[in-house]
């Protein structure tokens, strides 16, 4: 609710939206569409790096169970402080340095998303220049139709007049192009697996093992960045038109099972189909001149462009923020404090699309990306809901709750709805008459089993949110630490 504090707001209550009507089937496809992207391309490779299916597999469960309890817990703490926004929510209950902290690595992370979408790009236009401009194996390839010039051609000519407007509400209708790619694809690979790919002979290859557990647990930094839809979770949740934890919890595990459903076919029969040989980019295993792939391929970079200028327009947001804030406490002239003019709106396209193209162009294996990528998303998959289940404990107590109409009492008639208010926290609103109410256990009736029951709920919810931050944190260091070696 407006102005309210992040411990004002109890779970009956709704964060401040306009006019939330998004239905539940709506919400898990928003979810879903989020998820689903570029980083379908990369779970063969993923199932390679683990060892095989069943290292793969028990990984991606144990990675689900973080992941929905991370959606759960926005849920919970966008309930509790009142935000609509994923920085809103982790600055009202963490601090405002925390909340700095999550604009960096909000700015940091659609950063290196865009990189990885310039890089799927760039890899489908050398197929297609191949197909388009075959030639012999050995022949030295046309400087016109070499990927730093197709991939910069295509940036100028299209990407970035896309990213320019200050409203990009006329592709709200291109964005479901990603999730029929990414459905199209999922099929494909699993066709391809039973008919073959053209020029594919299959060895009887030995069952595969991690070579250690590092190995291993380099597939998270994949899991996150393909299950990535924790940053849209806050917004979906305030648009909701039942906006109910119990409901949302339902909603996130439908959404993140359908998406595992299609990254686990990908994953499971493109590394079926090319083992070891599997490329970092499935699509890049494929033969240049197969037809069905050649639609993937353009679906796929179709997609992306259309979804490039959405990412780019959400860093920018973050950055004309930050531009207006520094503005205001510098005091300088009003043009300069007004971000969302012409000219800083431009500066700040061109320095972004310029920054990820150079990056694009310099890191050629889409793995090194997307390792990158999964370990910022660590940040917000799991430090940033542990430490928000953390804080929204100390601001909100946890109890057993009973119902009861406004008028009865388990130890008595009540004479009226304040009477009744007097029996739950401080912060609860006053319903009118006939309302059930969602109240702590009456202090007249199991004063020892409820409070033991509350302080063994609060510390089960205090545990998990220290074994979140703390499964982030590890995730984080060591896919820092592998792309920085990988790098050098």
Same mark, same amino acid.
């Given at each position: 609710?407006?102005?309210?504090?992040?411990?004002?707001? $109890?779970?009956?209550?709704?964060?401040?939206?306009?006019?939330?009507? &998004?239905?539940?089937?709506?919400?898990?496809?928003?979810?879903?569409?989020?998820?689903?992207?570029? #980083?379908?391309?990369?779970?063969?490779?993923?199932?390679? @790096?683990?060892?095989?299916?069943?290292?793969?597999?028990?990984?991606?469960?144990?990675?689900?169970?973080?992941?929905?309890?991370?959606?759960?817990?926005?849920?919970?703490?966008?309930?509790?402080?009142?935000?609509?926004?994923?920085?809103?929510? =982790?600055?009202?209950?963490?601090?405002?340095?925390?909340?700095?902290?999550?604009?960096?690595?909000?700015?940091?992370?659609?950063?290196?998303?865009?990189?990885?979408?310039?890089?799927?790009?760039?890899?489908?236009?050398?197929?297609?220049?191949?197909?388009?401009?075959?030639?012999?194996?050995?022949?030295?390839?046309?400087?016109?139709?070499?990927?730093?010039?197709?991939?910069?051609?295509?940036?100028?000519?299209?990407?970035?007049?896309?990213?320019?407007?200050?409203?990009?509400?006329?592709?709200?209708?291109?964005?479901?192009?990603?999730?029929?790619?990414?459905?199209?694809?999922?099929?494909?690979?699993?066709?391809?697996?039973?008919?073959?790919?053209? #020029?594919?002979? @299959?060895?009887?290859?030995?069952?595969?093992?991690?070579? *250690?557990?590092?190995?291993?647990?380099?597939?998270?930094?994949?899991?996150?960045?393909?299950?990535?839809?924790?940053?849209?979770?806050?917004?979906?949740?305030? *648009?909701?038109?039942?906006?109910?934890?119990?409901?949302?919890?339902?909603?996130?595990?439908?959404?993140?099972?359908?998406?595992?459903?299609?990254? *686990?076919?990908? #994953?499971?029969?493109?590394? &079926?189909?090319?083992?070891?040989?599997?490329?970092?980019?499935?699509?890049?295993?494929?033969? #240049?001149?197969?037809?069905?792939?050649?639609?993937?391929?353009?679906?796929?970079?179709?997609?992306? =462009?259309?979804?490039?200028?959405?990412?780019?327009?959400?860093?920018?947001?973050?950055?004309?923020?930050?531009?207006?804030?520094?503005?205001?406490?510098?005091?300088?002239?009003?043009?300069?404090?007004?971000?969302? $003019?012409?000219?800083?709106?431009?500066?700040?396209?061109?320095?972004?699309?310029?920054?990820?193209?150079?990056?694009?162009?310099?890191?050629?294996?889409?793995?090194?990306?997307?390792?990158?990528? $999964?370990?910022? *998303?660590?940040?917000?998959?799991?430090?940033?809901?542990?430490?928000?289940?953390?804080?929204?404990?100390?601001?909100?107590?946890?109890?057993?709750?009973?119902?009861?109409?406004?008028?009865?009492?388990?130890?008595?008639?009540?004479?009226?709805?304040?009477?009744? &208010?007097?029996?739950?926290?401080?912060?609860?609103?006053?319903?009118?008459?006939?309302?059930?109410?969602?109240?702590?256990?009456?202090?007249?009736?199991?004063?020892?089993? @409820?409070?033991?029951?509350?302080?063994?709920? $609060?510390?089960?919810?205090?545990?998990?949110? =220290?074994?979140?931050?703390?499964?982030?944190?590890?995730?984080?260091?060591?896919?820092? =630490?592998?792309?920085?070696?990988?790098?050098?």
């Amino acid at each position: 609710m407006e102005g309210q504090t992040p411990g004002s707001g $109890g779970l009956s209550e709704k964060p401040a939206t306009a006019s939330p009507g &998004l239905s539940s089937l709506g919400a898990v496809f928003i979810l879903l569409k989020s998820a689903l992207g570029a #980083g379908l391309l990369n779970f063969p490779w993923a199932f390679h @790096r683990a060892g095989g299916v069943a290292p793969a597999f028990l990984i991606e469960l144990v990675s689900l169970v973080f992941l929905i309890s991370g959606l759960v817990i926005l849920g919970y703490a966008a309930s509790v402080s009142g935000q609509a926004t994923y920085q809103g929510v =982790v600055g009202g209950l963490c601090g405002p340095a925390i909340g700095r902290l999550c604009e960096a690595c909000f700015i940091v992370n659609l950063l290196m998303i865009s990189v990885a979408f310039l890089r799927v790009i760039g890899d489908q236009l050398e197929k297609l220049c191949d197909f388009l401009l075959p030639g012999a194996p050995t022949a030295p390839q046309p400087w016109y139709a070499d990927q730093h010039f197709t991939l910069t051609l295509l940036s100028v000519l299209v990407i970035l007049p896309l990213s320019a407007p200050k409203e990009i509400g006329f592709q709200k209708f291109t964005s479901i192009l990603g999730t029929l790619a990414a459905c199209y694809l999922a099929l494909v690979i699993v066709v391809q697996y039973y008919l073959g790919p053209q #020029g594919l002979v @299959r060895e009887p290859r030995p069952a595969l093992s991690p070579s *250690s557990w590092t190995s291993a647990f380099s597939v998270f930094p994949t899991i996150c960045f393909g299950f990535q839809c924790h940053e849209a979770a806050v917004s979906v949740y305030c *648009s909701m038109h039942r906006q109910s934890l119990s409901h949302w919890a339902l909603v996130s595990v439908l959404a993140l099972l359908a998406c595992c459903l299609v990254y *686990s076919l990908t #994953g499971l029969y493109g590394f &079926l189909t090319f083992r070891a040989e599997v490329s970092a980019d499935i699509l890049m295993s494929y033969p #240049g001149d197969d037809g069905v792939i050649i639609v993937a391929r353009v679906l796929f970079a179709v997609s992306i =462009v259309t979804v490039y200028p959405i990412v780019l327009f959400l860093g920018r947001s973050v950055m004309q923020d930050f531009w207006r804030r520094s503005c205001c406490q510098a005091r300088g002239p009003r043009a300069l404090a007004d971000p969302s $003019g012409l000219g800083v709106r431009l500066l700040l396209t061109i320095l972004w699309v310029a920054v990820t193209l150079a990056m694009a162009l310099f890191l050629p294996d889409l793995s090194e990306i997307i390792g990158i990528i $999964g370990g910022i *998303s660590s940040f917000f998959i799991f430090i940033f809901p542990g430490l928000c289940l953390l804080c929204a404990i100390g601001a909100e107590p946890v109890g057993p709750r009973v119902r009861f109409p406004v008028g009865v009492d388990s130890g008595g008639p009540v004479q009226s709805s304040t009477d009744a &208010l007097q029996l739950q926290q401080p912060w609860a609103w006053v319903p009118p008459a006939g309302w059930y109410l969602c109240a702590p256990f009456p202090k007249r009736g199991f004063p020892k089993a @409820r409070a033991r029951l509350g302080s063994l709920l $609060g510390c089960c919810l205090e545990v998990w949110g =220290v074994v979140s931050v703390l499964v982030g944190t590890f995730i984080f260091g060591q896919s820092t =630490v592998a792309a920085v070696l990988e790098l050098v």
